[in-house]
């Protein structure tokens, strides 16, 4: 079949095209993927004017994932952008309204604003703050006549709730299967509460088949009645009684002070994924009797934020045969004795079943307010039973830690099949006490790298860098990992020592994805590893060279 008839058929190029589909947007993506994803855009963009033939089956691809809500709405010539908010200058013809519900057919992702790398500012605006005129909203929902925006729409991000702006509640589409929730109620008025509960008990049907539910902070899980709530106003959002079908639950808070228990969320029979923040928790919160709940034996992914005691009891009570993956967060550490951090971290290490691959820590502070160590090594003794572990990752933000050429010996061995090692430390132990002697070697990484063929992702908080051995001396290993990186070097180590440790990296790893790690080149970054990041790049680009020659 030639392509001219290829093209003829819709369903064939659609297929086609969708080789080009930008794919999902999510906060976690790299730049290097968001670059990609610019450059698959732009291309369908291009074939869409080459001829009328490709015309919609491109568009149909190009509009599957839609960054900024305002993309969406400019396709009305009627609408504009005064004063960074989208208002309309005139009103909407028929024909215009035709060709915009051809777009909206295609929107599967819809964001309110692009999300950010960074997870602490996830929008380039604040969520809570419309930047759609009232007035817009209004005009289309007459235009939709009781009908959602988006038709086929399966993932929002984020539905903002407002007493103020109801119009944004056009886009709720019973084909959502994720939806991010988020509200600005920031006063206590009984008016707000009628008119949020009257229009969320408008919502909570729309969403019956829902899956996966993502709230902010600014909205509680209030564990006595299973709802979703504001704190400041106490307007109930959702019931999750009232979503069967959901299995990803993700909530930045839980509202305490009228809860006994827990018991709606353990009584969510087929969820799969929680992500709570918890602040304080008491024995009474969990259901009397049998601990065997139907969450123990479906919930596959746990996140916890939260003080170490909390999270000890939590992990306790919902870790089930059924947990593969397991992240936690001890937050203010600052106030937490060092002696009773290790204790929590061993309660939960007794919970991880032979099914759990993947375990992440973050130990969270403040400040830089402590200055005391935390070994690695003592969260990595209760591990080294759990041969089945793929991943782990242990991260300290505003915190010490160490992990010196004695510990890496005893860890050698261990994990046979591990993936990913991270051990970030950005205010490194060893460095303030002039004591980079003690850190693990270059020998010691090889042996490491050499017992596990499996590893693609490594982080050490530090590499000695003394006594280097010869690089053209020191065996190749042509190890397949992708991703290393060292946290801190000294400030004192010469760029002579830095090259020599690029040329025995590059003789260990030199498959490494050195373009990808150029991007974070920024100034938080440790200057001395940045220079052996360059150097690893000058090698691998002379290597690339020689070979084309």
């Known amino acids: 079949m030639s392509a001219n008839h290829v093209f003829r058929c819709e369903e064939l190029a659609t297929e086609i095209f969708s080789h080009l589909a930008p794919g999902p947007l999510r906060i976690t993506d790299t730049p290097q993927y968001r670059h990609h994803r610019t450059q698959r855009k732009t291309a369908l963009a291009r074939a869409a004017r080459v001829c009328r033939a490709w015309e919609v089956p491109a568009l149909k691809v190009l509009w599957t994932v839609v960054d900024d809500i305002s993309e969406l709405l400019l396709v009305l010539p009627c609408m504009a952008i005064e004063d960074d908010v989208c208002v309309l200058v005139r009103d909407i013809t028929p024909a215009e ?3 915009f519900k051809l777009y909206t057919y295609s929107v599967r992702e819809l964001h309110w604003r692009e999300p950010q790398t960074d997870p602490k500012s996830r929008y380039q605006v604040d969520p809570g703050t419309s930047s759609i005129s009232p007035t817009v909203w209004l005009i289309l929902s007459k235009w939709c006549k009781g009908r959602p925006l988006c038709p086929r729409l399966q993932y929002l991000a984020p539905l903002l709730i407002s007493a103020f702006d109801p119009g944004p509640v056009i886009l709720a589409s019973p084909t959502i299967r994720h939806l991010e929730i988020s509200t600005d109620i920031d006063r206590d008025h009984v008016s707000e509460d009628v008119a949020v509960q009257s229009l ?3 919502l909570e049907p729309i969403f019956a088949s829902l899956e996966s539910l993502t709230v902010d902070s600014r909205i509680a899980l209030d564990g006595s009645t299973g709802s979703l709530v504001h704190p400041s106003s106490g307007a109930t959002l959702l019931h999750l009684t009232g979503l069967p079908a959901l299995q990803h639950l993700h909530v930045a808070s839980i509202h305490m002070p009228l809860s006994s228990r827990l018991v709606h969320i353990w009584e969510i029979i087929d969820l799969r994924s929680l992500t709570l923040t918890i602040d304080e928790l008491d024995e009474g919160l969990f ?20 003080n170490p005691y909390d999270i000890a009891k939590l992990v306790e009570y919902a870790a089930g045969p059924a947990l593969e993956v397991l992240d936690v967060q001890f ?19 007794e919970y991880i079943s032979p099914h759990v691959h993947h375990i992440s820590l973050h130990l969270c502070c403040d400040q830089d307010l402590l200055n005391e160590e935390i070994a690695a090594r003592r969260f990595l003794r ?22 010196s050429y004695r510990d890496f010996a005893k860890i050698v061995n261990a994990w046979p099949n591990l993936s990913v090692f991270r051990i970030e430390d950005t205010r490194s132990f060893f460095l303030q006490d002039d004591g980079v002697q003690l850190a693990p070697r270059i020998a010691d990484l090889a042996r490491f790298a050499q017992n596990h063929p499996g590893l693609r992702h490594l982080v050490i908080p530090v590499l000695n860098h003394h006594l280097l051995p010869p690089p053209r001396k020191f065996p190749k290993l042509v190890h397949e990992l992708e991703i290393f990186r060292i946290c801190t070097l000294s400030k004192h180590a010469s760029y002579e020592s830095l090259f020599d440790m690029a040329l025995l990296l590059d003789r260990l790893f030199p498959n490494l994805d050195v373009c990808e790690a150029t991007r974070d080149w920024t100034p938080a970054k440790d200057p001395g590893w940045v220079n052996v990041e360059r150097a690893l790049l000058a090698l691998q680009r002379g290597r690339e060279g020689a070979h084309r020659s």
């Open 97 to 99: 309204w035709e060709r």
């Open 200 to 202: 969320c008990s408008h």
């Open 287 to 306: 259901p009397p009797g049998n601990p065997d709940s139907p969450l123990r034996n479906t919930l596959r992914n746990l996140c916890v934020k939260g």
């Open 331 to 349: 937050n203010n550490i600052e106030h937490t004795p060092t002696e009773d951090i290790f204790a929590c971290f061993n309660r939960i290490a």
């Open 382 to 403: 209760p591990l080294l039973p759990k041969a089945h572990l793929t991943h782990i990752t242990i991260i300290y933000e505003n915190a010490f830690g160490s992990l």
